[in-house]
C-alpha cells in the first residue's frame, strides 16, 4: 500500500464549478500538508500549505486536513479554465524536510 | 527575479552515455533537491544536498550522481548505470531554516534515442 494515495483522474468539469480534490495516507504521524499545482512540463507550485489539522481559505481555494481519517482535501470554488492542471499533494512528518511523500497527483480539466 | 533554473528543457541521451542536468538558485537557499516524476507516479527522490559539499541519497540513487561545490548549484549526471532514464526530472530547493515548503524549477525531460 502506497503512503499516500491520490484519484489520477482526470477529472473534468464545467467553469464556475466547486471541485474537490482528495488524498489519504497511512501514517499517522504526518503533521505537515500540502497541495502542488503542475501545469503541464513545468514545475510544481505551492498552492497551500497547513500544519496538524483543520481549514486553510486563500482566495478560491481552502485546504482542509482530517487527521483523524487521514485525509486530505483541496476545494476550489468558482473554478476557471486556467485552474487545468494536475494538483499533487505532500506531506511529511514534524521534521521531515527531507522526507516529503507526494501524492500521484489528479489531473482537472475546467471546461469552459 | 529569484528562482530556480534547470538546463536543458529537453535532453536526449544515447546508449552508454552520461549525461548531466543543470540546476542553479538565486534564492540563497541552504537545501536543494531532485526529483524523478514518472507518468502516473509521484514524485520520487533521487539525492538532496542541506550544505555545500555534502549531499545524501535519496530513494532512488542508484544510477545517479550529484555534486554540491556552489551553493547556488546542484548537478545531476544521469549514468550510464540507470536502465531507465526517461523521465521528467524537477529540481527543488528550500531555505533551509525550518520550512518544509519546497520550491520547484521548470524540469528537464530526458529522453533515450
Same mark, same amino acid.
Not at chain 1, 100 to 109: D, E, K, N, S, V
Not at chain 2, 62 to 68: I, L
Given at each position: 500500500?502506497?503512503?499516500?494515495?491520490?484519484?489520477?483522474?482526470?477529472?473534468?468539469?464545467?467553469?464556475?464549478?466547486?471541485?474537490?480534490?482528495?488524498?489519504?495516507?497511512?501514517?499517522?504521524?504526518?503533521?505537515?500538508?500540502?497541495?502542488?499545482?503542475?501545469?503541464?512540463?513545468?514545475?510544481?507550485?505551492?498552492?497551500?500549505?497547513?500544519?496538524?489539522?483543520?481549514?486553510?481559505?486563500?482566495?478560491?481555494?481552502?485546504?482542509?486536513?482530517?487527521?483523524?481519517?487521514?485525509?486530505?482535501?483541496?476545494?476550489?470554488?468558482?473554478?476557471?479554465?486556467?485552474?487545468?492542471?494536475?494538483?499533487?499533494?505532500?506531506?511529511?512528518?514534524?521534521?521531515?524536510?527531507?522526507?516529503?511523500?507526494?501524492?500521484?497527483?489528479?489531473?482537472?480539466?475546467?471546461?469552459? | 527575479?529569484?528562482?530556480?533554473?534547470?538546463?536543458?528543457?529537453?535532453?536526449?541521451?544515447?546508449?552508454?552515455?552520461?549525461?548531466?542536468?543543470?540546476?542553479?538558485?538565486?534564492?540563497?537557499?541552504?537545501?536543494?533537491?531532485?526529483?524523478?516524476?514518472?507518468?502516473?507516479?509521484?514524485? $520520487?527522490?533521487?539525492?538532496?544536498?542541506?550544505?555545500?559539499?555534502?549531499?545524501?541519497? %535519496?530513494?532512488?540513487?542508484? %544510477?545517479?550522481?550529484?555534486? $554540491?561545490?556552489?551553493?547556488?548549484?546542484?548537478?545531476?549526471?544521469?549514468?550510464?548505470?540507470?536502465?531507465?532514464?526517461?523521465?521528467?526530472?524537477?529540481?527543488?530547493?528550500?531555505?533551509?531554516?525550518?520550512?518544509?515548503?519546497?520550491?520547484?524549477?521548470? %524540469?528537464?525531460?530526458?529522453?533515450?534515442?
Amino acid at each position: 500500500q502506497k503512503e499516500v494515495e491520490q484519484d489520477p483522474g482526470p477529472l473534468s468539469v464545467p467553469e464556475g464549478a466547486i471541485v474537490s480534490l482528495n488524498c489519504t495516507y497511512s501514517n499517522s504521524a504526518f503533521q505537515y500538508f500540502m497541495w502542488y499545482r503542475q501545469y503541464s512540463r513545468k514545475g510544481p507550485e505551492l498552492l497551500m500549505y497547513t500544519y496538524s489539522s483543520g481549514n486553510k481559505e486563500d482566495g478560491r481555494f481552502t485546504a482542509q486536513v482530517d487527521k483523524s481519517s487521514k485525509y486530505i482535501s483541496l476545494f476550489i470554488r468558482d473554478s476557471q479554465p486556467s485552474d487545468s492542471a494536475t494538483y499533487l499533494c505532500a506531506m511529511t512528518l514534524s521534521g521531515g524536510y527531507n522526507k516529503l511523500i507526494f501524492g500521484a497527483g489528479t489531473r482537472l480539466a475546467v471546461h469552459p | 527575479d529569484g528562482g530556480i533554473t534547470q538546463s536543458p528543457k529537453y535532453l536526449f541521451r544515447k546508449e552508454g552515455q552520461n549525461v548531466t542536468l543543470s540546476c542553479e538558485q538565486n534564492l540563497n537557499h541552504d537545501a536543494m533537491y531532485w526529483y524523478r516524476q514518472d507518468p502516473g507516479q509521484g514524485l $520520487r527522490l533521487i539525492y538532496y544536498s542541506q550544505i555545500v559539499n555534502d549531499f545524501q541519497k %535519496g530513494d532512488i540513487a542508484e %544510477g545517479y550522481s550529484v555534486s $554540491r561545490e556552489k551553493k547556488e548549484s546542484f548537478p545531476l549526471t544521469v549514468t550510464s548505470a540507470q536502465k531507465n532514464p526517461t523521465a521528467f526530472y524537477l529540481c527543488a530547493s528550500r531555505t533551509g531554516t525550518g520550512s518544509e515548503k519546497l520550491f520547484f524549477g521548470s %524540469g528537464t525531460q530526458l529522453s533515450v534515442l
